[in-house]
């Protein structure tokens, strides 16, 4: 399966199609005379980690129409995931992310806290065109994991692409907050918005302390 978009042209004055191949957007355009409308598969993503949060993230993410693939090779978190709907694997994450050929319509987010395993399937991935790529964990896990993925021949540029730690802040405290804010960035990126103009968690709660420090 080779997995491309295609674009349908309608000429709404002759009634002429035409089918070309389209780029990784969403959405219908219209021209006045010309109808086009973009037709492929669902948009994948690929969680890496079986836990809590990763239910309560692939439960949303399948309400918004996502293929959602989750890769857990240990039994303790692999034996009772129970999410229909979703596709459980127990393959190794490296191994996972090479066989589903991840494009441009594919996002992956690691969350088990554990970096042998985040870091494997992390390492392939932002080799990757998936437009979306995050972590979970502070800030300073995330500043040793980027010093860690150097060793395995990642440019900086590609490093750079990893969201982490993953989300947009909105004050989130529990597992579902928590996924909401992933997803919302995720959405954010699938929607064209420049993620490195909206400020990172760790960023938005320093700003936050620094303007309860003034107030007090």
């Known amino acids: 399966m080779q997995r491309k978009l295609v674009a349908r042209t309608l000429d709404m004055r002759t009634g002429h199609t035409e089918v070309s191949a389209a780029p990784a957007i969403d959405g219908v355009q219209f021209t006045g ?8 598969l669902r948009y994948r993503i690929l969680v890496i980690g079986a836990g809590q949060l990763s239910r309560y993230f692939c439960e949303i993410a ?10 857990d090779p240990r039994e303790d978190y692999a034996d009772p995931w129970c999410v229909r709907g979703t596709m459980l694997t127990r393959d190794m994450p ?4 090479s066989a589903m050929r991840l494009d441009s319509r594919a996002a992956v987010i690691a969350l088990t806290h554990d970096p042998k395993l985040d870091d494997l399937a992390l390492m392939e991935v932002l080799r990757t065109p998936a437009f979306y790529v ?5 800030r300073k896990n995330n500043a040793a994991r980027r010093k860690r993925l150097l060793e395995f021949d990642l440019t900086a540029k590609e490093i750079a692409r990893l969201r982490g730690p993953a989300g947009l802040y909105i004050g989130s405290k529990t597992p579902a907050e928590i996924a909401i804010s992933i997803l919302a960035e995720i959405t954010a990126a699938k929607n064209g918005v420049d ?4 400020p990172g968690i760790e960023d938005a709660k320093h700003r936050e302390y620094l303007a309860s420090s003034c107030v007090r």
């Open 33 to 40: 005379d010309t109808l086009t409308t973009v037709h492929g």
């Open 62 to 71: 399948l309400g918004l129409d996502y293929q959602v693939t989750v890769c």
């Open 134 to 138: 995050g972590a979970l964990g502070s």
């Open 94 to 97: 490296d191994d996972v992310v």
């Open 195 to 198: 993620l490195s103009t909206l």
